[in-house]
Each structure stands twice: as C-alpha cells, then as structure tokens.
C-alpha cells in the first residue's frame, strides 16, 4: 500500500515537496493538499493528480484523508497543525523550525510523549546531504585528529518581505544550530553575535551580514557568517579545522565554462536546488520509516527542542549582545 502524506502549507517548499513526493519517491503519494491560499493549492493540485482540497488540518483529518502529514507552512503555524495531527496519531514530518520558541516546543514534545513513541521527524534536510555526511564520517573515524574549529558560511541572494531580523537566527542559523552540534557530537554551550559594517543592498528592516560565533560545550568554536542579501546565489558551506587536516565540503559543483577570458563554475541560486537530492533522501528515508512502522528515520522532536533553546539564546545576543549561554538538558529516554 502506497502511503498517503497530506502536505500542509504549499508556499515554495510544500510545493516543492509536492513534486518530489509524485515524481522522485516510492512508496508514497500526495493524498491531501492542505492551503488556505486557493492560487497556490490549486497550483499544487496540479501537481498531485487525484489529491483532495482543504483549507484546514482539521478538516482533512475528519475527511480520513491521510496516513501521514508533512508540515510545510511557516514556522508560526507549525504548532497549530501539530497538535490535532499529534491527536490523532498520525507520523509527521515537520519542516524546521519545531515550533516558535522553547515553550511552544516543550508543550508539542508533552503531547508527543503521550503518544507510544516519537512521531515527530524535524525537516533538519542538512543532515541527509552526503558531503555533510561525509564530514560527520571523518570526525567520528578520528582520522585527522580531533576537531578544533568549524568556519560556515550560509547565503542566500536574498530573502522574502516577510522575512524580519529575528530570522536570520530563528529561519536560517536554524540549521547550524542543527548541524554543527550533530557535525561534532556536542551540544551547543554559548552563543554570540557581532555585527560587521551593514549591507547597504539588505532591505531596511534587516541588519545583515552578522557574524555568529558559538562555542560547543567540548571547547569546538564555529563561526557562522549568515549573509541574505548576497544578491549573486545562494551558498551553504563549511571548513573544518582538524589536529591534522582541514576538510570542506559545499564548494560549487556546476558546469564549468571557460568563454571571452572568464573561468567560470555554475552556482546555485536557491535552497531548493542546492539540497535537492537531500530532502529527496529526506522524504525518501521518512516514507520508507513510516511503512515500516518505525514512523521515523532522522532528527526527533527533542533536536528540534534543543534547536529552538539555541535560537531563543541566539535571539537574545543578536538583540542585546553579549555572550549568550544556553542549558542544554537531559535527553528524556523516550528520544533516545
Ligand atoms: C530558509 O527558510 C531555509 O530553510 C534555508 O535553508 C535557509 O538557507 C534560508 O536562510 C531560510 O530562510
């Protein structure tokens, strides 16, 4: 039996997920197109032969529309769809962030403990990108040493009118506070943010590039330069500082022209292909956890949990400076 996802929210990353689910995964199909916006849903439809309109959660669960969900609105409106689809039982994935902040999170990982076991897979796709993978394989062999310093670079051309300063900690720093802990296997222990001289090109309301620095609680320093209106492509890179090597990974890997005195290599320009193959193995690997019974296959609702104590802390030094520590607490067993 192919499983039926509904896809909540089909803005460009719903919609996106639309097309993946109908033409590149197996085993799976778009039963329900969840959008209040009927430009966009209908949009999507077209992409989702056979799939069924609604403007709420709760309707398309009432409709039994569904064996599993995929979150894919806005952050704000994660937690006003997880829990009626927590209600009623169904395995989600949530595209990240978790929730707004700790609060909203922590309420979301109660109702989710009363559940059997975890339902909840966090859309974290960075971890799915094999070069990612890669690095994570190498600091764990102990090959080149230990790992001493993570430098990373996250650009983007540039970014939506909705789009407010707080978010470029809590939509797009998101990711490193995800990545980077999982990267050296240690959690996030402090979190600063310096502003270098201001992008005159960044729209008024954002005071960009800003500079990141987090130490881990095993000593590793990572600096994250976190840059939206870069205007040329769109850029996720890292280098790792080794005892004994450096390792990067993200370097641009398209066509490569050499035309009237130029060399020149093709970049991305958006998330949606710079991870593409990555949120394929994503939704590949959730689907296949799902019908296997087993319900998830990547980072839970405690990660997205830990993600949102750094981004309040993050919040909190991008607005009132200083060095921002963050009290990571126990994981409960239930997400071991
Ligand atoms: C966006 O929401 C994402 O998740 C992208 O991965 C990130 O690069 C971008 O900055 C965010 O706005």
Known sequence: EELRVAVVGAGMMGADHVKRIT???????????????????????ADAPGSLAFTSIEDAIAAGAMDAVLIATPGQFHAPVLKPALDARLPILCEKPLTQDSESSLEILELEQQLDRPHIQLGFMRRFDTEYQALRDLVVS?????????????????????????MLITDSVVHEFDVVPWLAGSPVKSVEVKHPRRNSLAPERLKEPILVIMELENGVLVDVEMNVSVQFGYQVATEAVFEKGIARI?????????????????????????????????????????????????????????VALSCEAGVKALNEGGIVPVEAPERPAFYA
Do not use: C
């Open 142 to 166: 102990g090959e080149s040493g230990e790992l001493l310093m993570v430098r990373a670079l996250h650009r983007n051309p540039s970014v939506p009118e909705s789009y407010t300063n707080d």
């Open 23 to 45: 033409h590149r995964i197996a085993g799976a199909r778009v039963s329900a197109i969840v959008e209040p916006d009927a430009g966009r849903a209908e949009a999507a439809a």
């Open 250 to 306: 993200g370097q641009p890997s398209g066509l490569q022209r050499w035309d009237a005195g130029f060399f020149r290599v093709k970049d991305h320009e958006s998330f949606v292909t710079r991870f593409a193959a990555a949120y394929d193995a994503q939704i590949q690997r959730w689907v296949d956890a799902v019908r296997r019974g087993d319900l998830i296959d990547g980072p839970n609702a405690w990660d997205g949990y830990l």
